[in-house]
Nanobody, 118 residues
């Protein structure tokens, strides 16, 4: 069993930066793919970024060039560096771990709120 805890959210102004962290406990998730999702009020949850074990990264078009996902195997943590934030980035951000590529995400964190004011 893996427990994921997100942190690093907050209230910032447009153009600012934030770094979110997703720390895993219970067991190492170094072999898992880890992704960030977000959900804004009244909207469906959407994919933001993903990193595999090797590591290969992928991003939603809306954040490409502004957000960077990375992982620290020694700390069992995945990060999401968010630069040039926009009001439309406001959402609850969740990290999720995928044990088998192509299948459902098995573990989810509780989420961290990111609010970007204009």
């Amino acid at each position: 069993q893996v427990q994921l805890v997100e942190s690093g959210g907050g209230l910032v102004q447009a153009g600012d930066s934030l770094r979110l962290s997703c720390a895993a406990s219970g067991r190492t998730f170094s072999s898992y793919a880890v992704a960030w999702f977000r959900q804004a009020p009244g909207k469906e949850r959407e994919f933001v970024a993903r990193i595999t074990w090797n590591p290969v990264t992928s991003y939603a078009d809306s954040v490409k060039g502004r957000f960077t996902i990375s992982r620290d195997f020694a700390k069992n943590t995945v990060y999401l560096q968010m630069n040039r934030l926009k009001p439309e980035d406001t959402a609850v951000y969740y990290c999720a771990a995928q044990v088998v590529v192509g299948q459902q995400y098995n573990y989810w964190g509780q989420g961290t709120q990111v609010t970007v004011s204009s």
